[in-house]
Protein backbone atom coordinates (compact mmCIF):
# COMPACT_ATOMS: atom_id res chain seq x y z
CA UNK A 1 0.00 0.00 0.00
CA UNK A 2 1.14 3.69 0.55
CA UNK A 3 3.04 3.09 3.75
CA UNK A 4 4.86 0.52 2.08
CA UNK A 5 5.68 2.88 -0.95
CA UNK A 6 6.74 5.65 1.26
CA UNK A 7 8.85 3.61 3.16
CA UNK A 8 10.21 1.94 0.01
CA UNK A 9 11.30 5.57 -1.35
CA UNK A 10 12.83 6.77 2.07
CA UNK A 11 15.35 3.39 1.82
CA UNK A 12 15.98 4.37 -1.74
CA UNK A 13 16.64 7.74 -0.92
CA UNK A 14 18.73 7.06 1.97
CA UNK A 15 20.76 4.54 -0.24
CA UNK A 16 21.19 7.06 -2.45
CA UNK A 17 22.63 9.92 -0.57
CA UNK A 18 25.02 7.08 1.00
CA UNK A 19 26.10 6.25 -2.03
CA UNK A 20 26.97 9.71 -2.86
CA UNK A 21 28.10 10.59 -0.14
CA UNK A 22 31.16 7.50 -0.59
CA UNK A 23 31.84 8.79 -4.08
CA UNK A 24 32.59 12.11 -2.99
CA UNK A 25 35.27 10.76 -0.56
CA UNK A 26 36.89 8.85 -2.84
CA UNK A 27 36.82 12.31 -5.57
CA UNK A 28 38.64 13.96 -2.18
CA UNK A 29 41.02 10.85 -1.84
CA UNK A 30 42.17 11.85 -5.62
CA UNK A 31 42.27 15.58 -5.02
CA UNK A 32 39.42 16.65 -6.13
CA UNK A 33 37.61 19.04 -4.10
CA UNK A 34 33.33 20.76 -3.87
CA UNK A 35 33.95 24.48 -3.87
CA UNK A 36 30.87 26.15 -2.78
CA UNK A 37 29.69 29.41 -4.58
CA UNK A 38 26.02 30.92 -2.81
CA UNK A 39 27.30 34.13 -1.42
CA UNK A 40 30.61 34.53 -3.46
CA UNK A 41 30.46 37.29 -6.53
CA UNK A 42 30.02 35.67 -9.91
CA UNK A 43 33.41 34.86 -11.41
CA UNK A 44 32.88 33.25 -15.19
CA UNK A 45 36.09 31.16 -14.15
CA UNK A 46 34.10 29.37 -11.83
CA UNK A 47 30.49 29.58 -12.41
CA UNK A 48 28.09 29.15 -15.17
CA UNK A 49 25.12 31.68 -14.68
CA UNK A 50 22.06 30.13 -15.36
CA UNK A 51 19.56 32.74 -15.13
CA UNK A 52 19.45 36.04 -12.98
CA UNK A 53 16.99 37.31 -9.64
CA UNK A 54 16.86 40.50 -7.62
CA UNK A 55 17.04 40.33 -4.59
CA UNK A 56 17.69 43.97 -3.31
CA UNK A 57 19.10 42.84 0.60
CA UNK A 58 22.31 41.55 -1.24
CA UNK A 59 25.02 43.18 -3.66
CA UNK A 60 24.79 43.14 -6.96
CA UNK A 61 26.49 39.75 -9.10
CA UNK A 62 26.22 37.99 -5.96
CA UNK A 63 25.51 34.34 -6.05
CA UNK A 64 21.85 33.39 -5.12
CA UNK A 65 21.21 29.90 -5.40
CA UNK A 66 23.65 26.90 -6.99
CA UNK A 67 22.11 23.93 -8.70
CA UNK A 68 25.37 22.08 -9.30
CA UNK A 69 28.33 22.12 -6.86
CA UNK A 70 31.74 22.98 -8.99
CA UNK A 71 34.78 20.95 -8.62
CA UNK A 72 38.34 21.50 -8.58
CA UNK A 73 41.62 19.61 -8.96
CA UNK A 74 45.30 20.84 -8.40
CA UNK A 75 43.38 24.04 -8.16
CA UNK A 76 41.98 24.15 -11.60
CA UNK A 77 37.70 23.98 -12.37
CA UNK A 78 37.17 20.82 -13.84
CA UNK A 79 33.56 21.61 -13.64
CA UNK A 80 31.82 24.97 -13.44
CA UNK A 81 29.07 25.26 -10.48
CA UNK A 82 25.37 26.39 -12.28
CA UNK A 83 24.74 28.99 -10.45
CA UNK A 84 21.53 32.18 -10.29
CA UNK A 85 23.16 35.44 -10.08
CA UNK A 86 21.71 38.39 -8.16
CA UNK A 87 21.39 41.09 -10.45
CA UNK A 88 19.78 44.45 -8.96
Given at each position: GQEKDKLN??????STKMVAGKFTQE????????F???GEKFDPEKHDAL??????D????????EYLKGYELA???????????NKV
Open positions: LESLLDLEKLGVKVTSVTTMSNTKEDDVILEGRVIRHSQVIV
